[in-house]
């Protein structure tokens, strides 16, 4: 087998179509690799990590370019977009690794059956799932990485592999996502939902609608997944016109059950204030993605976040006293807290807290930094010093980051399983695990 024989494209610097396959969400920083290989099946994908194997080229892995870590310089970028089959068989999904959740969740629906996406149905559904995957149901339904019962794999020895509950290699993936090979397909659990009582309150009155959101989530069933983000619009005649040049808190609820629990249960949160625009209702969870309304991107953003165990008013004030940033809370709890086979750490955190900067395609991010350290610093003292997987991107993945995602003794024993399956750090162009 050899990189001769790929079927889909290989490129390199200059060749037509190295830029458009190499670009993805994330605009901050582009990779920038020796070359592309764009696999359409795991054979492909098997003969570009013997190339990368015998040519001493690290690799990087894309689907879409959410959750870039680290921008390649040099090396092997396997671009997985083409690799796009979708099967629904009983309860369980299986889907290669450049599906989005849109595709996945169009699949379910006719069975009456849904994943466990998140915010955003263009997010890659592989890489999601096996970074832990806090979704719109997750504090009834869990991490995403719990509910994975096969994984499809491409190890450094350029093997393809698949992989079941109960094996190391399994239990690594699940934590250890790209460091220990490339996933050509995963199989998946889904849920009995075909609808939510969810979407967005936008209020102006920011401080209000934080604290108000925060009591709120104090004492609420699992049924109810939530989060706030403080948003400042700019004063631009793209807008609707009720955000022009608004700051505003959108909080964005999903609850699974019947509508008119729903609505009782919000009655609290819309008893906060006026609200600038409130589209809770009833939806197919088809519709799930217009619950947070995330931008469609290209987006060049710097991103960082932290994990909270509380979240008091004191915690609230401190947060909106910082300057002008992109805030994020996430309400975690419930399923979440309970113990699962994915090697997540932290799942005692009651909440999220991310902060994200828009900037220009490569700006520089040192003030975006600096901004980012005293917003964590001002909630440092409701930390739990922890972070998420899956939030580690755009510019914030060093190994030191990445440690912080696991529980020391996890993190201990994927190292020394990187060590076993991946001595020579071949996928390192990554949220990188080093071998022990
Ligand atoms: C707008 C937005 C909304 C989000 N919402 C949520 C949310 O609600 N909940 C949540 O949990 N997360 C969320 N995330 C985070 C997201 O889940 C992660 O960033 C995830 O890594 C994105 O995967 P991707 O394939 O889309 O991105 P990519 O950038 O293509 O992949 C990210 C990294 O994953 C690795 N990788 C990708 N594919 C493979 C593979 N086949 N094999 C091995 N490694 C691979 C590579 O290291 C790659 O660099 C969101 C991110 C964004 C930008």
């Given amino acids: 087998m050899d990189i001769a024989d790929v079927k889909g494209p290989v490129l390199r610097p200059g060749d037509e179509g190295y830029d458009n396959e190499r670009a993805g969400f994330q605009a901050l920083a582009q990779h920038r690799p020796d070359v592309i290989v764009g696999a359409t099946d795991a054979g492909d994908v098997r003969a570009a990590v013997k190339y990368a194997a015998a040519n001493g080229l690290p690799v990087a892995v894309q689907a879409t370019g959410h959750g870039m870590p680290i921008a390649a310089e040099g090396g092997l970028l396997i671009s997985t977009r083409r690799m796009a089959g979708v099967r629904v068989h009983g309860d369980t999904a299986r889907f290669e690794a450049g599906v989005r959740w849109g595709r996945v969740i169009e699949e379910a629906a006719p069975h009456g059956l849904a994943p466990l996406s998140g915010s955003a149905p263009s997010v890659g559904a592989v890489s999601y ?8 149901m997750a504090r009834r339904h869990g991490y995403a990485a719990d509910q994975v019962r096969a994984i499809e794999v491409v190890t450094a ?3 393809l592999r698949r992989e079941l509950p109960g094996s190391a290699l399994f239990w690594a993936l699940l934590g250890g996502r790209g460091n220990f090979g490339v996933v050509t397909a995963l199989e ?5 939902v075909t609808h939510l009582y969810g979407g967005g309150l936008f209020f102006d009155r920011v401080a ?3 604290h108000g959101w925060a009591a709120w989530t104090q004492d609420l069933p699992e049924e109810m997944t939530s989060s706030v983000a403080v948003i400042s619009f700019p004063d631009s005649p793209e807008l609707p016109e009720p955000f022009r040049g608004r700051r505003v808190a959108h909080v964005r609820v999903a609850y699974v059950g019947a509508r008119e629990d729903g609505e009782r249960l919000l009655a609290p949160l819309r008893a906060i204030g006026p609200r600038v625009v409130d589209d809770v209702r009833t939806m197919p969870y088809t519709e ?7 931008p469609p991107g290209p987006l060049a953003s710097h991103n960082s976040h932290t994990l909270l165990r509380e979240l008091p008013p004191r915690a609230v004030d401190a947060l909106l006293g910082t300057e002008d940033a992109l805030l994020e809370l996430r309400h975690l709890g419930g399923a979440l807290a309970k113990p699962g086979q994915a090697p997540v750490g932290h799942r005692d955190a009651l ?6 900067s828009r900037l220009t395609p490569g700006a520089d991010t040192a003030d975006a930094r600096e901004l980012h350290a005293r917003v964590r610093e001002s909630v440092s003292p409701w930390s739990t010093g922890g972070r998420s997987l899956n939030f580690l991107y755009g510019g914030n993945t060093d190994p030191a980051q990445v440690r912080l995602a696991y529980e020391p003794d996890d993190y201990r024993r994927l190292q020394e399983l990187k060590g076993e399956w991946d001595a020579g750090n071949l996928f390192r162009l990554n949220a990188n695990i080093p071998p022990a």
Avoid: K, W
Avoid at 129 to 136: A, K, N, Q, W
Avoid at 188 to 192: A, F, I, K, N, T
């Fill in 351 to 356: 909440y999220t807290q991310s902060t994200i």
């Fill in 288 to 294: 799930s993605g217009s619950i947070y309304s995330d």
């Fill in 208 to 210: 209000e609608a934080v």
């Fill in 157 to 159: 020895d350029g093997e």
């Fill in 129 to 136: 799932t096996l970074g832990g995957g806090i979704g719109l």
């Fill in 188 to 192: 998946v659990g889904l849920v009995p």
